[in-house]
C-alpha cells in the first residue's frame, strides 16, 4: 500500500496544495511590485519542487510530487489541480488578500493535523519544514519598498508577522528564519 492511499482525495489535495498557498500568502503579504511578484512567484515554485531533492527519502514527500506517467497524464493532472483550487477558493468565497492568508492558516494547521495523524514522524516533520521552507523562499525572494528591484526591506514587517503566523499553524515553535 501506498502512502497516498492513507489519505482521501481530499487530503491528498490538502496536503498537496498547503505549500503553493503559502507561497501565495507569502507573495502577497506585502507589496512587491511585478517584478518582485515574479520574483516570489517563482520561488515559491522552485520551492515546492526542489521538496524532491531536499527530502529523497521522504515517501510523503515523493509521493505528493510525483511526476505523471506521460503529457496526457500530465495535463489531466495540471487540470484537475487547477480546477480543485479554483473551487476551494470559490466555496471559500476567497476575494481578498487577508482572505487568502486566513485560508493558507487554515489550510497549515488542516495539513499539520493530518501529518500528525496519518504519517510517521519523519514525514510530518519533513512536511513542515518543506511547507515553512517555501514560505521563507518566497519571503526572501524579493524586496518591499523599494524601487524597480532596488533598496526597501529585504523581509518586510508583513512578511516577517505572516512568517509567524505560519509557523504557528505548522506547529513549529522557536523556528529560526531561514531567511
Known amino acids: 500500500m501506498s502512502i497516498k492511499d492513507q489519505f482521501t482525495e481530499d487530503e491528498w489535495f490538502l496536503l498537496s496544495s498547503t505549500p503553493a498557498m503559502v507561497g ?3 507573495s502577497s503579504a506585502a507589496a512587491s511590485g511585478v517584478i ?3 520574483k516570489e512567484m517563482t520561488a515559491s515554485m522552485k520551492s515546492t519542487v526542489a521538496a524532491l531533492k531536499d527530502y529523497p527519502d521522504s515517501e510523503l514527500i515523493q509521493a505528493l510530487l510525483e511526476k505523471a506517467e506521460n503529457w ?3 495535463k489531466d493532472k495540471m487540470s484537475d489541480y487547477r480546477e480543485r483550487a479554483k473551487q476551494k477558493l470559490e ?3 476567497i476575494k481578498s ?3 487568502l492568508h486566513e485560508q493558507a492558516i487554515k489550510d497549515c494547521r488542516d495539513a499539520a493535523t493530518l501529518v500528525d495523524a496519518k504519517c510517521n514522524a519523519a514525514d510530518a516533520k519533513v512536511f513542515r519544514e518543506w511547507t515553512l521552507k517555501v514560505a521563507n523562499n518566497v519571503a526572501a ?3 518591499e519598498g523599494g524601487f524597480l528591484g532596488f533598496g526597501g ?3 518586510s514587517p508583513e512578511e516577517t508577522a505572516m512568517l509567524a503566523r505560519i509557523e504557528e499553524a505548522l506547529g513549529v515553535k522557536g523556528a529560526t528564519l531561514m531567511a
Open 24 to 26: 501565495s500568502a507569502m
Open 36 to 38: 518582485g511578484t515574479v
Open 72 to 74: 496526457d497524464a500530465a
Open 91 to 93: 466555496d471559500g468565497q
Open 97 to 99: 488578500r487577508e482572505q
Open 141 to 143: 525572494a524579493a524586496s
Open 153 to 155: 526591506e529585504k523581509i
